[in-house]
């Protein structure tokens, strides 16, 4: 496997794991055998029934919706229920019964299943979702059960509602997302950043600062002060597609009814030149890490938060924060490179009211202060192996600081279009520049030092007529 395949690997796993855990188990599993090491949640969720029904107030005691997945909603090995599965068992009485699929098979699984008429209700949001999901008819609107979501209760939705009308298609809602996720962030040492004289960009993002100048700046200094003999990096990871988004501009505009290919747009050129430039200063180490780098050889590692836990019990010593990535020097205001927690409510299942129940389950612990303590109160938690090694941990700090970057108050999510109009736009292939997606290409091939690009106009020019391609497919003409 390749270094930038390892990469994708783990992009795969911000797009697919969410804010679950991926199961280990083989088989299909459900919440009635699914066995738990302790005899009940750490954690108790106290529920008032009448606040978590609300005024679609739905009876779906009894049921079970069939969840299709590479990762089982309901507890393993010695963990709680997550707050939401807490709710929909204990107040709505229904339960979630887990098929297993492979990540790489998951797709191909639900074709197969809705071909055969064998029952799944839910499935994993994924980028691919809309329009490419949506036009091979793998889902269903979610708009008949706004009474059940609780769409227009006072309160409940309001801080998603831009969220939600960014995803409408089509003029409805197959994705409703129920909180941003998975926010991709920059590690780095305050020790190492004390070290080298470096302001800590963390009090930079407090006090309006981090933008790309002074990502730049700090790169430049840290990568010239290499000790004789050693080499540093400015930054490692995955961190393509946040540079174009930080623009607060995408590659694909949808105005409500048809797609247009925006990539000759100037700030996406901005975008594609930092990239060329962090490049040619040789501040980009290429090579799969997987955390932050614990030799002091590389300023910055970028990647979804999943990392951080890791990144923590490997560097205990070196005082790690992290931030966003930094802002545009032209855009008006914080744009946050992330991804959406949502389940999607599979075609021709029978169970919409039950799994529409279930995602205001989500939006409830998302949202709801009593919820979201408790949620915290889990997170921090160590994670150690079997003889008490320390695996994984998030601080207090850390913890707080994630939250803050996924309010829609203070940074503005973003979400391209051009992710999810399938393989010729996103997609690995054999992964060479030849055969992957556009997208891939823009958020890569300059940071990479592509052979067959010299340029971003080189780079432009070679795939545009792609996307004008896929933008009348996906218009229908």
């Known amino acids: 496997m390749t270094d930038m395949k390892r990469i994708l690997a783990g992009i795969a796993a911000v797009c697919t794991v969410l804010t679950a855990t991926a199961s280990c188990n083989d088989k299909e599993s459900s919440s009635e055998d699914n066995s738990h090491y302790k005899e009940e949640d750490e954690f108790t969720v106290e529920a008032d029934t009448d606040k978590v029904k609300g005024t679609g107030n739905v009876d779906i005691n009894g049921q079970t919706i069939v969840w299709l997945a590479d990762y089982d909603l309901n507890p393993t090995n010695n963990n709680d229920r997550s707050v939401a599965l807490s709710l929909f068992e204990d107040v709505y009485g229904a339960k979630v019964k887990f098929v297993q699929a492979d990540s790489n098979e998951k797709f191909s699984k639900l074709a197969s299943m809705l071909l055969s008429g064998d029952e799944v209700d839910m499935f994993p949001y994924e980028w691919d979702a809309v329009p490419n999901g949506v036009l091979k008819e793998q889902y269903q609107p979610l708009d008949p059960y706004y009474d059940v979501l609780g769409m227009n209760e006072e309160g409940l939705w309001d801080e998603m509602s831009d969220v939600i009308d960014m995803f409408e298609y089509n003029g409805q809602h197959y994705v409703i997302p129920f909180a941003v996720s998975d926010p991709l962030v920059i590690t780095y040492s305050r020790k190492l950043m004390e070290q080298e004289g ?13 933008d790309w100048d002074a990502f730049m700046e700090m790169m430049e200094s840290f990568v010239a002060g290499a000790p004789d003999g050693t080499t540093r990096y400015g930054i490692n990871g995955w961190f ?6 930080s623009t607060g501009h995408t590659v694909i505009n949808y105005d409500g009814s048809k797609f247009s290919n925006n990539i000759d747009d100037p700030e996406i050129e901005k975008a ?19 955390c932050f780098p614990d030799n002091e050889s590389t300023l910055f590692f970028a990647m979804g938060d999943w990392a951080l836990g890791t990144s923590n019990a490997k560097n205990p010593d070196a005082d790690l924060m992290v931030v966003p990535f930094p802002k545009a020097p032209d855009a008006d205001k914080n744009y946050l490179c992330c991804n959406y927690a949502s389940k999607m409510l599979v075609k021709n299942s029978k169970k919409g009211e039950a799994v529409a129940a279930y995602i205001r389950c989500e939006r409830l612990a998302a949202s709801q202060e009593e919820y979201k303590a408790i949620a915290k109160q889990k997170a921090l938690v160590e994670e150690k192996t079997a003889g008490g090694k320390l695996k994984s941990f998030v601080t207090e700090e850390q913890y707080d600081a994630l939250r803050s970057y996924l309010d829609t108050d203070k940074m503005t999510p973003m ?3 051009g992710y999810g109009m399938g393989e010729r736009m996103y997609g690995d292939g054999e992964y060479t520049y030849e055969t992957r997606g556009v997208m891939n290409n823009l ?17 432009r ?15 229908g003409q």
């Open 443 to 459: 958020t890569q091939a300059l940071l990479e030092g592509e052979t067959a690009v010299d340029s971003w106009a080189t780079l």
């Open 198 to 210: 470096l302001d800590d960009p963390y009090e930079l993002y407090l006090d309006g600062k981090w």
């Open 461 to 475: 020019d070679s795939w545009t007529g792609v996307i004008d391609e896929e933008v009348k497919r996906f218009n």
């Open 415 to 417: 979400f391209d279009f």
């Open 240 to 245: 393509g597609q946040a540079i174009i988004q």
């Open 272 to 290: 594609e030149l930092l990239m060329q430039e962090i490049a040619s200063k040789h501040l980009y180490y290429p090579d799969w890490v997987g």
